[in-house]
């Protein structure tokens, strides 16, 4: 966490502080720059297209065989072939079920599988006693059909920060019948796990015989520029997954990094320590400006703002941080604002006075 490696990370030019995009502010582990900046010299080779050694460190990582363990460029570009492949044969048009304001991809993916995208509503926006945008397993069990072929829960989930407790995991896997494909995505768990009843599929130990957990190197393992995503699941649907992805697509220095990053807890455990003080900070920050928010347990918070976020976006923007507005999540009034280091958090905190003044969301 040296400003060295935050300084690496930093934000484009005429933003100083980046907040838009659920990165890491903390930089990736000095190993893993070391082991993708060895791999550069041997730049003119091809990378291991089934990226053994990676595969090897993630299944012993994870307590499963080699062969249910995949890695892609990135965990979205694996969705983009899990559920197409999930959606492939059967009668009647697919369908892909997801919680309203999912992860976006889940949308993206099942147009390109030519099916269905259903969205099972989910709870309002948060107050300034409650979290919003709560789900109710129930209610999505209650429209599955025949013609279901996925179920994407983002856990927790991006833009809202909503999660579901490992007894609700646990009740929507028991729930869904064998035809289902189910896909986890735990893209946030390392800064999840253990708190409000949050569990992740692993922890839990569940079975289903098309169950797959979707993790990343771009959120607590800070490589989101190299992409390195993985699946998990069943040998047999992790193999029909890897098969349709573009040959050599996770690039040697790419797999190089992720192998070290596993290897360096230090500097998980400090980037995510220093995520939770962060994301503790700016819950404060907020409560005592009386914005509504929902305090997730991803890297970021998810703002009420009463008015559409467009003017104040760029109101944050003229103080330097660029936040995210929601719009193509149908929340034109809130903005996701991801975690940064203490002087970001800061910079931010010290934005919002200004920005957040005389927004009508104050309680
Ligand atoms: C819920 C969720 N899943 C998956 C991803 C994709 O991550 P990547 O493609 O960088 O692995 C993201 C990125 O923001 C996310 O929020």
Redesign the pocket.
Known sequence: MSSASSAAVGPPPGMAVRLS??ESPFGPSPAAVEAATAALAEGHRYPDDQAVALRTALAEHLGVAVGEVSVGS????I?MDLIPEACRGGEGTAEVLAFERS?I?YRLAARNAQATYVEVPAGGPATLDADGYGRDVDELLARVTPNTRVVAV?NP??PTGTHLTGEQLRSLVEGLPEHVTIVI?E??HHFASGQRGYRTVAELGLEHPRLLS?Q????AYAI?GL???LVSGGADLVGAIDARRPRFNVTAPAQAAAIASLGDTEHLQRTISGTFEGRERMAAGLRELGVPFTDGL?NFLTLELGTESGPISEAYAAHGVGVRPLLPYDLPEQIRVSVGTPGEVDAFLEASRDVLAEVPSRG
């Open positions: 995009s659920n990135g965990s979205a570009a969705l992860f991809v983002d989930g991006n995505d893209a946030y979707l990343t190197f771009s959120k989101a992409r390195v995503g991803g």
